[in-house]
């Protein structure tokens, strides 16, 4: 760069400071924006306010609601509970004579239960080798267990042509029984009992 | 409340007392929103703006235009980021609002150059200051807006960023600047030369 336009180059900076020295901004701008700010400040401060209310009370309506399922529920637990509380207080304010009658009731009823399951367990088997005896028929089933027929249910078989056919001992045969394990018929078994 | 907030003040103002760059006031107050931050990043950039837009317009358009755009610095600190000279984000914001303001009077750029022609001159003192004025306000508005910008210490980059265009159209408008206001001056700084 030749000196000359150095030289003015520093004359046009000089200048141009010269000319910004005396134009300095009005004061009024700076008043007008911070005073928009200070205004803008307030309106953020006001719906940042409005928006933690609208926040706690949202919070606390969720608290409520969660509070008020849990009591609703809870009372209706009770209620299940106090329901449950005075069945078993009925039973356990009984007098004692019917406690005792309903116990016999109940141990009677399992024993019977016991029995049929037993006979259900038991007997409830197809083949069995027959024996006749004096005074009817022993069934001996797979599992060494005896079943003793009287002479009258063998009869009263006969009657009903649940019994058909003779029979005699080492004959093997089929029982059928009922669901109470009580014998509906003797019939011959083609097949031998396989134990 | 009113203690913390005391607290948080009194803490601002000691750490706007310390030397801090535009950028960082800038980040600071977009953060903040302190009024502090944002008054003393006024008295550092502007009269710098206020004087830009004064070159390339006229006075009360100029004031409106600096209200606007420091209102735009409020309303928009959130989109400022620490990529660059605050300085260039502020007179880019300005300029922008200068144009729009032009576009707006239905105004282009021959309109503008004869508008600012048309201005009165400023009462400066001395004949060359004053010789130097009216030099520069007869300038082309392109070429005056990037003599401005690199008297603010814009660099090349800068000034072509602000004025949306390229570097060596920027050094085209310098040169040109600078030969038409020398031109202007000439006889009276070789006669101060002299």
Known sequence: ???????????????????????????????????????????????????????????????????????????????????????????????????????????????????????????????????????????????????????????????????????????????????????????PSPKLAHC | MSIGLSLKTWLNRLSVDTHWSNEALMLRYASSGDTILLSKLYDVCGNDLYHFMLTLSEPTLAKDICQMTWLKVIEKKHLYRDSGLFKAWLFTLARNLLIDEYRKQKNTSDDLDTLCAEQAPQALEGELLQRFNGALQQLPFAQREAFCLQQEDFSLEDIASITHTNIETVKSRLRYAKDNLREQLKPIIEDNHA
């Open chain 1, 1 to 187: 760069m030749p000196n000359s336009d150095k030289y003015s180059d520093e004359t046009l900076d000089r200048l141009y400071q010269q000319r910004k020295a005396q134009h300095v901004a009005p004061a009024g701008i700076k008043r007008q924006v911070l005073a928009k700010h200070q205004t803008l400040l307030s309106n953020q401060q006001i719906w940042r306010r409005i928006t933690h209310v609208a926040v706690a009370a949202s919070t606390l309506l969720l608290c409520g609601l969660v509070f008020w399922h849990h009591y609703s529920w809870q009372s209706m637990e009770q209620q299940i509970a106090s329901t449950h509380y005075t069945s078993i207080e009925l039973h356990s304010l009984a007098p004692s004579k019917q406690s005792d009658a309903i116990s016999e009731r109940y141990a009677k009823h399992y024993n019977e239960y016991l029995s049929q399951r037993e006979i259900l367990a038991f007997h409830h088997q197809k083949q069995a080798i027959l024996q006749q005896t004096d005074d009817g028929w022993q069934l001996q089933t797979c599992d060494q267990q005896v079943v003793k027929v009287s002479q009258d249910l063998i009869t009263a078989l006969r009657n009903i042509h649940q019994i058909e056919g003779t029979f005699k001992t080492g004959d093997h045969v089929a029982l059928m029984f009922d669901k109470t394990g009580l014998i509906l018929g003797i019939k």
